[in-house]
């Protein structure tokens, strides 16, 4: 575990205040009451497990009101995570609308949210076991929202090389079975990855601090389609961008990742309990087409004269 700092922004520098404030009513904060017994409870039952090897990608399902636990079995690894509306996949995770809602990085009790038209969250986090991570001398904090999945055209157009077993091919090979393809890849959460802006305001990435038998946990609040690719930087202690020729420090670094879901077993816990429904907004976005539908005859000739006739 990195060194955790107090205050990193040392006591001159001002903190406005967030942006986005969650009114009462809204879906926006979660029941820390609600998570914290789904967090704690052992009435949980083992539904499914796998183990995902090194420079691969699998997709599984998660049903709504069930908790999925990611972990690092054998050590270090960065995972990057993509979810789905498992009955929509038009409704994905909206990295960037989280990242402003919560944080750049993000832990338990945070929600990760679905893009529009639908905005809600998709999962809520129940357990992190880096939570006391906190920020490393560098300001680093751990399970990114600001940066995306690496991906062979980037790679391409750094290096001059070709690699087929980025994050982004990963995902893609994995959710094959379910019909979806390259364009359904969005940008992930990076799971026990820890990143940071430096002091030219340029991303950077830390070497994972996760140990054997680290867990990051969420609660589905819908069903979900999830995706998981393991990181071919492993834990991020030799990062490069990868080349065909020569050796590969970073396959050194790189070791599987752990999935597993849960089901409550005691239904009690789950009440109160419902299904976030998608954003009410029923606007047309400013569009007046309701007023051809009110008064046709009216508003057209308005609109056209009294060279046409209209019923
Ligand atoms: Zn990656």
């Given at each position: 575990m990195a060194q955790v700092i107090a205050n990193p922004f040392g006591s001159s520098t001002s903190n406005p205040v967030p942006a986005y404030e969650a009114f009462k009513t809204s879906l926006f904060a979660a029941n820390r009451t609600f998570y914290s017994t789904i967090s704690s409870t052992?009435?949980?039952?083992?539904?499914q497990s796998f183990t995902l090897p090194i420079r691969s990608g699998r997709a599984w399902e998660i049903p709504a009101g069930h908790i999925c636990r990611i972990t690092t079995p054998e050590g270090p690894q960065v995972g990057d995570l993509n979810i789905w509306n498992l009955h929509n996949p038009?409704?994905?995770?909206w990295a960037s609308r989280t990242r402003q809602l919560h944080a750049a990085h993000v832990t338990k009790f945070d929600r990760l949210w679905s893009c529009l038209p639908y905005l809600r969250p998709l999962v809520t986090i129940t357990g992190d076991s880096l939570a006391k991570y906190g920020y490393d001398p560098a300001r680093g904090r751990v399970h990114d929202l600001l940066g995306t999945r690496c991906d062979p055209y980037v790679n391409q157009m750094l290096s001059g090389e070709s690699f087929d077993y980025h994050c982004h091919s990963n995902l893609t090979r994995a959710i094959m079975p379910y019909g979806l393809t390259e364009f359904d890849v969005h940008d992930v959460l990076n799971v026990f990855q820890v990143t940071g802006l430096n002091k030219d305001d340029k991303y950077f990435m830390q070497p994972c601090p996760a140990d054997k038998g680290d867990y990051f946990e969420f609660f589905a609040e819908i069903d979900l389609l999830c995706a998981l690719s393991t990181c071919p930087g492993g834990d991020l202690s030799k990062w490069g961008w990868a080349k065909s020729q020569g050796g590969d420090p970073m396959l050194e670094c790189c070791r599987p990742l752990g999935v597993e879901v849960y089901k409550i077993?005691?239904?009690?816990?789950?009440?109160?309990?419902k299904e976030p429904e998608p954003s009410?907004?029923?606007?047309?976005?400013?569009?007046?087409?309701a007023d051809f539908e009110k008064k046709p005859a009216e508003v057209n000739k308005e609109a056209y004269g009294s060279k046409i006739k209209f019923p």
């Open positions: 052992t009435s949980r039952e083992l539904v038009r409704e994905r995770f077993t005691d239904p009690n816990l789950l009440d109160g309990w009410k907004y029923k606007g047309m976005h400013g569009l007046i087409m």
